[in-house]
């Protein structure tokens, strides 16, 4: 009877797919009535964001232009009525100001008459009255006031003014700077609001003071009365309005508790279906390709999971013959955790292979893979008739600071009396800790006089001065030298040879090298 196929991870993600994605697109159909007007709702949020962040910036210049006024009205030159002297001041003060083309200071008594107006040359005739509305009450408060438009005595245009008290005992004078609505006007078109929008800021009257659209016709004149109702009955608010320019637009305002000005905008209504409809076909498309790309999705991802775990079999194989496994990116989470717990079974086996061979303090073969690696190289010297010779290695005057500087700092010194043998070997040379305060080191390929030679280095290495976390200690170093074939054929023979000559060395007066005598 012929066994039936398993089904292939690839064949599973279609049938899953399948099993998402049609629902769900059956769902996007009938969510796509509630996410129009969704959208809608939250472009118009977005907007009045928008209307709260531009009468911010709105207020933060106005706010700039008070800090300065407020600066200069404690001018000196005020109060010794030094008033060419202060018109210079105030120039100054100007040319610090942005877009300062559309801005200037007047200085003023409580009668009205100006004394400097930065529009006109100082010498000039200026008026005795002022159309600013409002301008008693600094006197009566004592605080600065932001006015509705008004005509200016002197340019005769549509302007604003800010005006602040001139302090002293008494307020005899204020200091008002006049504003053209172009500077807001400027302020508007900064912001790039999209193609159609219509964007505008009004007084605390309802009069317009700059429009992104038809500027010079409208400044000056009143809002629409809707406007004028809406902005009487609320702070913010959204409604549906028409413009001066006969369009229908979708209006959102914002009036600042600050200056007591609104701003609003108004998005074209056929703009607005406009932007939704595309909203509304984007999904419907978006759904279509959402289930081709799916499908396509999960017949790559299918192939390259399975490839992934095929991917794994090997590193598997070779744990279990105890080799070191070492598996590359897999693309896969999973296979990736799976690949990482084999790579780190396969490093804590190494781990634990290393640690039986290896001393914990020095990192250096210990006695046992010593005598391995000796055993091995004498059967290979046997063969190939070479040498070998085993250096044995005391040091000298360690229990001394081992007792008197404690265990620590002597197992700072083993370490680094281990990295000198080290340095001091070839790469060829095995160097092991057989315990305690004595190490060895095999010579591959050395006869007895080249090791002597190199013992002797090895032993005035050893013998400088090591600095221990601030301590300053010395020791020095007995070695005995047995070499194959002369001292001995086996291991033991060589290291029990090796370690009297360096106990030889030790009786002479240490720091010394010994060989052993030939067997």
Known sequence: MKTKRAPTIRSKLVLLVMACVVPASLMAV???????????????????????????????????IESSLVALSTS????????????????????????????????LDIHGKQYINTRRPFDTALPNSSKFVGMHMIYETGRPVISDIFIGEVTQRPML??????????????????????????????????????????????????????????????????????????????????TYDGISVQTVFSRSSVSNWSLAIGIPTQSLHHELRETLFFLVFATIGLLICSLAAAWF????????????????????????????????????????S?????????????????????????????????????????????????????????KIINDGHGHETGDRLLRSVAARLKAGSRSSDIVARLGGDEFAIVMIGTSMTNAKATAEK????????????????????????????????????????????????????????ETAPSA
């Not at 964001?49 to 210049?61: E, F, Q």
């Not at 018109?87 to 200071?105: P, W």
């Open 301 to 340: 991802i299918g192939g390259r999971i399975a490839l992934s775990v095929h991917g794994l079999t090997g590193p598997a194989l070779a744990l279990g013959s105890g080799e070191k496994v070492d598996v590359p990116p897999l693309h896969l989470r999973e296979a990736d955790e799976v690949g990482a």
């Open 30 to 64: 009938l969510l796509i009535a509630y996410d129009y007007q969704r959208a809608r709702d939250q472009l118009l949020a977005n907007s009045l964001h928008t209307a709260r962040a531009m009468i911010s910036v709105v207020d933060r210049d106005l706010a700039s």
């Open 342 to 398: 084999l790579m780190k079974a396969s490093a804590m086996l190494q781990s634990a292979q290393h640690r039986a061979n290896h001393d914990g303090l020095t990192g250096l073969a210990n006695r046992t893979l010593f005598n391995e690696i000796v055993n091995q190289q004498l059967l290979l010297c046997e063969r190939n008739h070479s040498q070998l010779s085993i250096l044995y290695i005391d040091l000298d005057g360690f």
């Open 161 to 242: 003014a800010v005006g602040v008290p001139v302090p002293g005992k008494t307020i005899q004078y204020n200091l008002n700077a006049g504003i053209f609505p172009e500077r807001f006007e400027k302020l508007l078109l900064q912001q790039r609001l999209p193609e159609g929008w219509i964007a505008a800021i009004f007084d605390g009257s309802g009069r317009i003071v700059a429009r992104t659209r038809d500027m010079a016709h409208y400044a000056g004149k009143m809002a629409t009365p809707e406007m004028v109702r809406q902005m009487k009955a609320a702070t913010e608010n959204t409604f549906e309005s028409v």
């Open 76 to 107: 000196s030159y005020i109060k010794s009525r030094n008033f060419r002297a202060f018109y210079q001041q105030a120039h100054q003060v100007l040319s610090n100001q942005t877009n300062q083309d559309d801005i200037n200071i007047a200085l």
């Open 458 to 513: 090895l032993v005035e290495c050893i013998s400088e001065p090591y600095v221990l976390d601030g301590i300053t200690v010395s020791i020095s170093a007995s070695i005995g030298i047995a070499a194959y074939p002369e001292s001995g054929v086996t291991s033991e023979a060589l290291l029990h040879r090796a370690d009297r000559a360096m106990y030889k060395a030790k009786g002479l007066g240490r720091r010394r090298v």
